[in-house]
């Protein structure tokens, strides 16, 4: 009698979780279409973007590594690809400086030309993250 009431239980979780994974790949296709243009970065963006270096093919395949200077603030960036005064967010690129001379490589797919760090913090349409030890205390 037991497994007789399990499986409609686990049959009504299952369900659930698939509803809502769909649910979740529908609102990420959303986010996805929309891309995020330097019409909506904070003013005087233009003066904290700093440029990466392309260092050629990587050694994993598909992919271009770009070397990420050391000279920059310690923070939370993401990636930009500039063209003038315009710029758009590569979508799934975020990293963060900690500080220090060590090197630090983005590998990007290959097609990307002009692409900078940009502050976290002058892209209002994104929340910074918030740090380890804050997320353990919530």
Not at 60 to 69: A, K
Not at 88 to 106: A, C, H, P, T
Not at 115 to 127: F, G, Q, R, S, W
Request: glycine share 8%; no cysteine; hydrophobic share 45%.
């Amino acid at each position: 009698m037991n497994s007789l009431h399990a499986t409609p239980h686990f049959a009504r979780r299952v369900l659930g979780t698939l509803a809502a994974l769909a649910l979740m790949a529908a609102m990420s296709a959303a986010a996805a279409s929309t891309p995020i243009t330097s019409d909506q970065f904070a003013p005087g963006w233009q003066d904290h973007a700093r440029p990466l270096y392309n260092m050629g093919m990587a050694r994993i395949g598909d992919r271009d590594r770009w070397y990420v200077p050391a000279i920059l603030p310690r923070g939370e960036y993401v990636l930009v690809q500039r063209s003038g005064d315009k710029a758009e967010l590569i979508d799934g690129y975020r990293f963060s400086v900690k500080g220090g001379n060590s090197d630090q490589y983005i590998y990007l797919t290959p097609g990307y030309g002009n692409v900078e760090a940009l502050p976290v913090a002058d892209v209002p349409p994104l929340k910074p993250q918030a740090p380890a030890t804050a997320a353990v205390l919530q």
